[in-house]
């Protein structure tokens, strides 16, 4: 992925080197040591220790959406809180900007979740004793923003998501949707560079979840920030993520695009998760793209990037391959029939 | 496996068969039996006593000699002193307020805190207090209580705070709430009189002291319960700590705190009546003088002002608005500062009014709450003393509960062994948790024994296990069938919400003059208190069983009296053992204060040691000792009972 950002502008990418988190009495001495490989039960049973997180190393550019996605308790929630630090790191180093936040002093720290990254959780957090507009100017309060302009920037935040006139509210009068919606504009409230969602959309009904998935894709495409997005919906990771990480057991086994994870799963537990997805829904055209051979005539046009899915119309309408080109309009290659059944047949070409 | 977290040994019994504990529990009886019959008589013996009598009594006229030369104890009086001060001034205000003011103030915090209901019935409550006929003496123990109320929480809010954010904190918090929360409420005015004299200060300090407990509990339970989402809201958006505290935990416990303020008033007022026996000169007094002349007039009508006060402080600090969902908070509520000043504009007008209208002085009006009780009283007296059918009257009833149960167990408990008693005990705690509460019950009544008032102890504990048993067999089905009915919950709520809140000493008013001086009235007293927590932790138990496991039971085919003993009571266990626990705790802070309606034994020794220091410390402070000692085991016993079905369900 490359950078968003115009030059000049801050680094605001992440980026995590060996990180560990180890619950449990004297977390160090298991870092790295021949009891880290224990099977879970057992190191429980005779230290007392969990290993949510292993040796992650992650970077994520600025602009870019990077999902984590894996299975109850293999260690995502962790993972996400140990970039602000909410919960301490045992070992390793998280760089947000140009700060080193594990190193960072007291107001520094503060400064990087003042003014830097905001959170949506998991089950909203709103605070049931403020109304909405004071739970979405909560973040404006504690940097010490005045109670007028707080007011204002949040009531304005609240229209962005929907929800204007409601800021007199309180959170629990609130379906579990709004209450989201909430949860994202207090987070939008102090225009942060970096967005984390810990599974924000899980506690919601389909239809809403896909709402509120869209509602994070325009914001993707108005506000341009970097985001982390703590799922365990394979959907809602393809739909959103520029890259993918399945964790399993506190690692990362696979770090990739999309495409790379259902075409090319790193091993069973990543198949198990995308054995059910169609992959011509992620698969862009690339893949089952050859050289063109000579052929003047195709049944159509399309660019680099389009999904095959996309395709299956054109191809089903004639014989004749599909012409596929670059940006600039130029041909790159052709796509056969055959290639786009047998993709959707689930062998391969 | 997870079981690995929590090392729990598990209780001896669990270890033996079913069988085998049987075998052995009946073995032990016998071998008791004969241990006790051919040991009798052997008192404790001297070399034991620790001659805290002596010590104390000693200690505490050094103290008297040395006040006002020893710079300590000068600075533990003038803080007593200042707080009097403050209750003085808070007696001013109440005044100044005229009746009409007062009244007014508890319908504005009323209704700014819960509603035109809730407001009505406080204001009235405290109206009647003057139609009782005791609007002075009534304001005097409101001053006394304000002002230990507001140092409790001065005090008991900061202990909670750090104790619900440290974990360290609540680990060394922790014992001494614990034991503070079983000791009678004479126990605290013992050394209070010991360090202030007799009188107000004393009085002062020792509700004070009495109700700091709750409001560090409450506090920081209502810390420990905010979500951890919450918090961490709050950390990622970079809240400092105070600012985390601020806006976020402490408004998320503020309803704990309130519980917290609710019962440190109502304790606060249990223990402000009793200490009107070192003269403080408010209401409680005239209870007193009516009880000790036995004019029934004058007891309920002072007493019935106890209760109006009461109920008026426990409505006005439970109530909670709530807001309708769907709907915002309406404007006008949302302003909370211009609300309470318009409330306090209505007080200040109502104030004075009464300066206006010259009706100052409460007026003459009287409701003669009290001759009406006297009479019911007299009726009673004539006619229910013998020859009522079943129970046989108050008379019969007295002297069968004396001279067939009483007195048989209490000798029996006196003439046993002291150390066969001390085994048993120490034998209960073993079979109950392990060593670990076995050495603390044999420690305990080890300690007792040293106090050098065995008897006396032997004669408390036998009234105490006498009325909780008699307790438990009221408590307990009443509460069975209140759980499993509806009507009678919905009948008995408003008696069991309004005996809920009053002092221990109002109980004690009825039973004297029904059943006359002695230890019965005391009994029955602590019967009558304890009841109502009892009735409501089983009937509570009860219906919090969940669901599922009763419709399976139905589903089987059982009937309503299967599903009772097979499903509902096993898993209702723990609750109900912790109601019988509240109940033992109740009866004894009730029998310990019936020493001084004839109950004798511990209660009045105590009772001697704050109201006649000057001859009775030392006994006294030896009583409190044996008393803290005896709740201590009483309780950890109970609680251990509680916890015990969590063992004996656990695969090994
Ligand atoms: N405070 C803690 N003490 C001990 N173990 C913990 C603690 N918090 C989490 N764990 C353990 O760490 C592991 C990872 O937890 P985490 O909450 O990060 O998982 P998760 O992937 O977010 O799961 P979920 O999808 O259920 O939210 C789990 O096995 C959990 O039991
Ligand atoms: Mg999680």
Redesign the pocket.
């Known amino acids: 992925m490359t950078s968003i950002g115009g030059v000049g502008e801050t680094n605001s990418s992440i980026s995590v080197r060996g990180m560990w988190?180890v619950?449990?009495p004297k977390p160090e001495r298991i870092v790295g040591s021949e009891l880290a490989d224990l099977p879970?039960k057992q190191l429980h049973a005779q230290t007392g220790n969990?290993v949510?997180?292993r040796d992650i190393n992650m970077d994520v550019a600025p602009g870019e959406v990077f999902v984590v996605m894996?299975?109850?308790?293999?260690?995502?929630?962790?993972?996400i809180?140990c970039l602000t630090r909410l919960?301490e790191p045992t070992v390793g180093t998280v760089r947000i900007g140009d700060v080193d936040v594990t190193a960072a002093d007291k107001e520094t720290l503060l400064d990087v979740r003042r003014n830097k990254v905001s959170m949506v959780f998991?089950h909203f957090g709103l605070l049931p004793h403020r109304t909405l507009t004071d739970n979405v100017a909560f973040g404006l309060e504690v940097r010490g923003v005045d109670k007028t302009e707080r007011r204002r920037k949040a009531n304005e935040t609240l229209e962005l998501v929907g929800l204007s006139e409601m800021g007199s509210y309180r959170p629990h009068q609130l379906s579990g949707g709004q209450q989201q919606r909430v949860g994202l504009a207090r987070a939008l409230a102090t225009d942060p560079d970096i967005l984390l969602f810990?599974?924000p959309f899980?506690a919601l009904d389909p239809l809403i979840r896909r709402d509120m998935q869209d509602e994070v894709i325009r914001l993707r495409h108005e506000v341009s920030k970097t985001m982390v997005f703590?799922t365990?919906d394979l959907s809602e990771a393809l739909r959103l993520g520029d890259r993918i990480a399945i964790?399993r057991d506190?690692m990362f086994v696979q770090v990739g695009t999309p495409e790379s994870v259902v075409v090319d799963p790193a091993d069973e537990y990543v198949e198990n998760f995308v054995r059910d997805v169609p992959r011509s829904f992620v698969v862009p055209v690339e893949h089952v793209m050859r050289d063109v051979d000579g052929e003047a005539q195709f049944s159509g046009s399309v660019s680099l990037g389009t999904k095959v899915r996309d395709i299956v119309k054109l191809v089903a309408s004639s014989e004749l391959p599909v012409e596929v080109v670059d940006e600039s309009g130029r041909q790159v290659g052709c796509v056969d029939r055959v290639h786009v059944l047998s993709l959707i047949a689930g062998s391969e070409p | 496996m997870s079981q690995a977290v929590l090392p729990a040994a598990p209780a001896p019994v669990a270890l033996l068969g079913r069988t085998t504990t049987r075998v052995v529990g009946v073995a032990a009886v016998i071998v008791g039996i004969v241990v006790f019959k051919v040991t009798r008589q052997q008192n404790v013996p001297s070399w034991l006593d620790l001659h805290v009598q002596r010590h104390a009594q000693s200690v505490y006229h050094w103290i008297v000699q040395n006040t006002g030369r020893n710079w300590f104890l000068d600075a533990i009086k003038s803080i007593g002193n200042g707080i009097t001060w403050c209750q003085k001034r808070g007696l001013t205000f109440l005044r100044l307020l005229h009746w009409t003011g007062v009244v007014a103030l508890t319908f504005v915090i009323g209704y700014l805190r819960a509603g035109w209901r809730t407001a009505t019935i406080a204001a009235a409550s405290m109206f009647a207090i003057g139609l009782c006929g005791f609007w002075d003496l009534t304001m005097v123990t409101l001053s006394i209580m304000i002002v230990a109320v507001a140092f409790a929480m001065l005090i008991g809010v900061p202990l909670g705070i750090w104790s619900g954010l440290s974990e360290s904190a609540e680990r060394r918090l922790r014992p001494l709430l614990d034991t503070a929360q079983v000791m009678p409420a004479y126990v605290y005015l013992i050394p209070c009189v010991a360090f202030f004299g007799i009188g107000v200060p004393a009085a002062i300090v020792a509700t004070l002291v009495y109700a700091v407990p709750p409001a560090v509990r409450l506090t920081s339970l209502g810390l420990r319960q905010v979500p951890v989402v919450s918090t961490e809201v709050g950390m990622s958006f970079g809240s400092t700590g105070p600012q985390l505290l601020r806006k976020v935990q402490l408004p998320l416990a503020r309803r704990s705190v309130l519980l917290g303020l609710n019962q440190v008033i109502m304790m606060a007022f249990g223990l402000v009546v009793i200490a009107s026996q070192i003269g403080t000169g408010d209401v409680g007094v005239r209870v007193l003088a009516g009880l000790q002349k036995l004019d029934a007039n004058l007891a309920f009508s002072a007493g019935f002002c106890i209760v109006f006060a009461a109920i008026a402080l426990d409505r006005i600090t439970t109530g909670e608005r709530s807001l309708k969902p769907g709907r915002p908070m309406p404007k006008w509520m949302a302003d909370r500062r211009a609300l309470w000043a318009a409330g306090l504009a209505v007080v200040v007008v109502a104030a004075l009014s009464a300066k206006v209208l010259s009706v100052q002085q409460y007026p003459s009006w009287r409701v003669g709450i009290g001759s009406w009780a006297k009479s019911v009283i007299d009726w009673l007296d004539k006619h229910a003393r013998h020859g009522v059918p079943l129970i046989g009257g108050t008379d019969s009833f007295n002297t069968f509960l004396v001279r067939d149960i009483l007195i048989p167990f209490r000798s029996m408990l006196q003439s046993a062994a002291w150390w066969l008693v001390v085994g048993v005990v120490t034998l209960i705690g073993w079979v109950s948790k392990g060593w670990r509460l076995a050495l603390l019950c044999a420690l305990a009544f080890t300690g007792i024994a040293a106090m050098h008032n065995w008897d006396l102890a032997m004669d408390t504990l036998s009234q105490v296990l006498i009325a909780v048993i008699i307790s438990v067999c009221l408590a307990v089905p009443i509460g069975v069938w209140s759980g499993r009915s509806r009507w009678l919950e919905t009948a008995l709520r408003p008696f069991l919400d309004t005996a809920q809140v009053l002092p221990q000493f109002v109980y004690l008013v009825p039973v004297v003059f029904l059943f006359r001086v002695g230890p019965t009235p005391g009994m029955i007293a602590a019967v009558i208190y304890a009841l109502p927590p009892g009735i409501r932790l089983v009937s509570l138990g009860l219906k919090e069983v969940p669901l599922a496991p009763r419709e399976a039971a139905i589903s089987f085919g059982a009937t309503p009296r299967q599903e009772l003993i097979k499903v509902q009571l096993p898993l209702a266990f723990k609750s109900i053992m912790l109601g019988i626990n509240q109940v033992i705790l109740m009866v004894l802070a009730t029998v310990i204060i019936a020493g001084l309606i004839g109950g004798g034994a511990l209660g009045l020794e105590a009772l001697g040691g704050f109201t006649k220091p000057n001859i009775k410390m030392g006994d006294g402070v030896a009583a409190g000792v044996s008393i803290v000692l005896l709740a201590m085991v009483l309780d950890r016993l109970t609680q251990a009972w509680g916890n015990r079905s969590d063992q004996e369900d656990r695969p090994t």
């Open positions: 988190k619950y449990g879970r969990v949510a997180m894996g299975l109850s308790g293999s260690g995502k929630s962790t993972l809180r919960i998991q810990d599974e899980s703590i365990h964790m506190g």
